[in-house]
């Protein structure tokens, strides 16, 4: 049966659909079969991510019963990665039973992540009884992780017991000049468990199209490994320092 994870956040721009995407990719290198579900209606932002040509269906498509779940499935340039871009019109709705449809239909993947819209506007239909766990990405701001705290509440509220946080952009020069030395502190203000710490990498731009290529960039390379292999529960350290 696939795992169903979400992924969001707080506020826009923290790098919730790159770290989507690459979480993605580095659970391919470690064997799995993926698929994205892009739920960011009108942005697209995963399709963009994996420059791919744009699809013919969307999950558009899907809601409105222009085609099929399997006619609206994409593969990336990369093996065992697949998506499926999202709706471009902002006035359609996903019901629950429609969502759980589709993830029914997705149940031959290994996962299936879900990249949602920033901030509170989640759809009813992300629930626990549609969702496994949620990974909720964050800059470390202040403003950014009580966007963070706000979608964990949320999150509790819709019965998604499991939520980790995933500090995106760290910097640590940044983080201590927020006074945010203390991660346990952070943790508890969240109310979700750190699972992982992803340094900011400035030409990240360059390596966005072929993500073969970030292994020249160790640290953000090992940061990215480390946060697959904590997904699927291994016993590996944070990348702090």
Request: glycine letters at 6%; charged letters at 25%.
């Amino acid at each position: 049966m696939a795992k169903k994870t979400l992924i969001t956040s707080g506020k826009g721009g923290v790098g919730k659909s790159t770290i989507t995407v690459l979480l993605g990719f580095f659970l391919t290198i470690l064997g799995k079969k993926v698929i994205i579900l892009d739920l960011d209606f009108g942005i697209s932002s995963v399709e963009e991510l994996l420059k791919e040509l744009e699809p013919v269906f969307n999950l558009g498509d899907i809601l409105t019963g222009n085609c099929s779940v399997e006619a609206a499935i994409n593969s990336s340039r990369y093996k065992k990665l697949d998506f499926i871009a999202a709706a471009k019109n902002y006035k359609i709705n996903i019901q629950n039973n429609q969502l759980q449809q589709i993830i029914k239909s997705l149940e031959g993947y290994d996962f299936i992540l879900l990249d949602s819209p920033a901030g509170l506007n989640l759809d009813e239909c992300i629930n626990g009884e549609t969702i496994d766990d949620a990974l909720i990405v964050a800059n470390p701001e202040k403003l950014c992780l009580t966007g963070a705290r706000n979608i964990s509440r949320l999150l509790e509220e819709r019965g998604i017991t499991k939520r980790y946080l995933i500090i995106n952009k760290f910097n640590s020069k940044v983080w201590k000049k927020n006074n945010l030395e203390n991660l346990d502190v952070v943790i508890d203000f969240v109310a979700a468990q750190l699972i992982a710490i992803i340094p900011f990498m400035e030409n990240l731009e360059v390596v966005s199209y072929d993500f073969e290529k970030l292994i020249s960039y160790k640290k953000f390379y090992k940061a990215l490994f480390n946060l697959a292999n904590r997904y699927l529960g291994a016993n590996v350290k944070l990348l702090f320092k």
